[in-house]
T-cell receptor, first 110, second 112 residues
Framework: GQQVMQIPQYQHVQEGEDFTTYCNSS?????IQWYKQRPGGHPVFLIQ?????EVKKQKRLTFQFGEAKKNSSLHITATQTTDVGTYFC??????????FGQGTILTVHP | NAGVTQTPKFQVLKTGQSMTLQCAQDMNHNSMYWYRQDPGMGLRLIYY???????DKGEVPNGYNVSRLNKREFSLRLESAAPSQTSVYFCANGWGGTDTQYFGPGTRLTVL
């Protein structure tokens, strides 16, 4: 089936360092969503991108949707301990379904 | 509003036992979903229901059954639990298709 691949699987950073996670699809996506799951919690919707080349910001978080609408990235500037958790991308596929990536687990060392 | 609620929060079963995980929403969304989350595997869709009275298989349906009792409730049943079904189970809802999904707090299930 249609897959959305996410890398890296794990990322360890020192507090204050930047962090980026990438999401890739072999086919064009209708939209891309990003979710955050705190340790022991449940995934929570962060943002949705729909347009080719779209860039959105939420404070220290920057989200990009590729020109071909096949890839996306989430960049966190100057990480804080509150950023720890698992970040999931989810792509809207041609089947009209939302497919989740495997997630990137972010650890921030104080 | 509670959003999406799940019961129980934790459960331990012995191999071969059966149980039903309950999910309810007060958001009036059409679609509901059941996922399982295992380390390194992300969120895998078990079953979904696009609307009341309809259910469809997802990526990993074997060993599970579902019931969309009404618009509010979507239950997941394990008829004969196996250790491979040890996981965290999330229920979610949304308007369907590629729209945003809203997750419940999860059920942590251990099968011995």
């Amino acid at each position: 089936g249609q897959q959305v691949m996410q890398i890296p699987q794990y990322q360890h950073v020192q507090e204050g360092e930047d962090f980026t996670t990438y999401c890739n699809s072999s086919t064009t996506l209708s939209n891309i969503q990003w979710y955050k799951q705190r340790p022991g919690g449940h995934p929570v919707f962060l943002i949705q991108l729909v347009k080719s080349g779209e860039v959105k910001k939420q404070k220290r978080l920057t989200f990009q949707f590729g020109e071909a609408k096949k890839n996306s990235s989430l960049h966190i500037t100057a990480t804080q301990t509150t950023d720890v958790g698992t970040y999931f991308c989810a792509g809207g596929t041609s089947y009209g379904k939302l497919t989740f990536g495997q997630g990137t687990i972010l650890t921030v060392h104080p | 509003n509670a959003g999406v609620t799940q019961t129980p929060k934790f459960q331990v079963l012995k191999t071969g036992q059966s149980m039903t995980l309950q999910c309810a929403q007060d958001m009036n969304h059409n679609s509901m979903y059941w996922y399982r989350q295992d380390p390194g595997m992300g969120l895998r869709l078990i079953y979904y229901s696009a609307s009341e009275g309809t259910t469809d298989k997802g990526e990993v349906p074997n060993g599970y059954n579902v019931s969309r009792l009404n618009k509010r409730e979507f239950s997941l049943r394990l008829e004969s639990a196996a250790p491979s079904q040890t996981s965290v189970y999330f229920c979610a809802n949304g308007w369907g298709g590629t729209d945003t999904q809203y997750f419940g707090p999860g059920t942590r299930l251990t099968v011995l």
